[in-house]
């Protein structure tokens, strides 16, 4: 999925002529027995895809003394890594959305979602436009023909309700709602269907670079984004989104409530943000030395939403039961899917379009992300290597 979706992001940005992916390498990290990151390289070379095994000598040289190892660390550097744009490149999508007859409703929040069947009547003096429904003067569809009814027999599919009582019909659903997907779905099927996804707070930490050193850790520099495959699990990405700030952050977060969350620093280990800085700063000095102003802490923080699922797999799936085809569910990305969000986009059309047929198509890549997974097993897949992300619960 990462190859095809990386193909997609070069087609829609040669649609839209602007760049939202900066393509660098990426360097995994780690002690060389561990889990995950063997379970990284037997992925390569499952699929083909090209990495080298460099040992802390050959970091060295190949990041030119930029990024030291342990001596007991092996890493791992692929072609597949990167810079995302995640606001530049949601505004392309909605471009490209829009360019193609999509309408969007932006601070319009969903509160209800119901299939409709054949012959059903529906009420509320409501206004059809081309068979599309309209409320409080909202009209979903180009069309300058309207008919008054305060009755129609609808033809089945899906009827969608916002908290200011709009109304939206449509021949199949695709709920995408992120940290709150599970209170959604929780909602609309009156408390009969949980899905196991828990939203969780985190924390994005920007570093300033010091002076004479701020070519260095630049994509132009060949510098990577990178992950460390310890405890806890740290990432980051080159210098880009801010100027001369290098993102370094632990993997992990609190649970929370999404409409409750504190928008402060989120720690991955309960009473241990103090702990967990502290972490990153060694971190930090050992692997890129006193290039990173690693004493004064970072610069900038962002808090940040993840949705979890038990397995860190998303959830891509009909939400079946009353619902059966007609709605599809895509959630629980777990802190990792953005990067898929063409190629899931693209899975999500077919699956809402085609329905169970378009599913054996994608079987191979969906097996990992049925909502079935879950029965009777809580946890999951079966992973082969511990959890990266760090959670814990408030206190």
């Not at 995994?28 to 027995?33: E, H, I, M, N, R």
Request: some cysteine; glycine content about 10%.
């Amino acid at each position: 999925m990462v190859i095809e979706s990386k193909k997609l992001w070069r087609e829609a940005e040669s649609e839209i002529g602007y760049n939202v992916y900066f393509e660098t390498e990426q360097l995994d990290v780690g002690p060389l027995d561990n889990s995950s990151l063997l379970a990284l390289i037997a992925n390569c070379e499952k699929h083909s895809i090209n990495h080298e095994i460099l040992d802390r000598h050959e970091v060295r040289r190949r990041f030119s003394g930029t990024v030291e190892i342990p001596e007991d660390w092996v890493a791992v550097v692929t072609e597949l890594g990167g810079v995302l744009k995640p606001t530049k490149a949601v505004a392309m999508f909605q471009a490209l959305a829009i360019k193609y007859g999509a309408v969007l409703k932006d601070k319009t929040e969903i509160v209800d979602v119901e299939t409709v069947n054949h012959g059903a009547v529906l009420k509320d003096e409501t206004r059809i436009v081309d068979g599309e429904i309209v409320k409080h003067g909202v009209v979903l569809k180009d069309k300058t023909e309207t008919v008054d009814a305060e009755t129609v027999k609808h033809r089945g599919g899906v009827l969608v309700t916002s908290r200011l009582g709009e109304k939206f019909w449509g021949k199949k659903c695709v709920v995408t709602a992120g940290s709150w997907v599970s209170k959604l779905v929780q909602k609309v099927s009156n408390g009969r269907m949980n899905l196991p996804i828990q939203p969780v707070e985190t924390t994005l930490c920007y570093w300033k670079i010091k002076d004479g050193y701020e070519l260095d850790f630049t994509i132009g520099a060949g510098f990577p984004s990178f992950a460390s495959y310890d405890h806890p699990y740290i990432y980051g990405t080159p210098a880009l989104e801010f100027p001369d700030l290098i993102k370094v952050a632990v993997h992990g977060g609190q649970e929370c409530d999404p409409d409750t969350r504190t928008w402060g620093a989120a720690a991955p280990i309960n009473k241990g943000t103090s702990m967990l800085m502290r972490y990153l700063k060694e971190w930090i000095k050992s692997t890129f030395g006193d290039r990173i102003d690693w004493e004064d802490g970072p610069v900038m923080s962002q808090s940040c939403l993840y949705s979890m699922t038990p397995d860190g797999d998303f959830v891509i799936d009909f939400l079946g039961g009353d619902f059966n085809e007609d709605v599809v569910v895509a959630g629980g990305f777990s802190g990792h899917g953005f990067k898929m969000a063409p190629v899931v986009g693209r899975i999500l059309v077919d699956l809402a379009l085609g329905g169970k047929a378009a599913a054996a198509v994608w079987d191979e890549e969906l097996k990992h992300f049925k909502l079935n997974r879950f029965e009777g097993n809580p946890r999951g897949n079966v992973k082969g290597f511990e959890d990266q992300v760090r959670i814990s619960s408030r206190l």
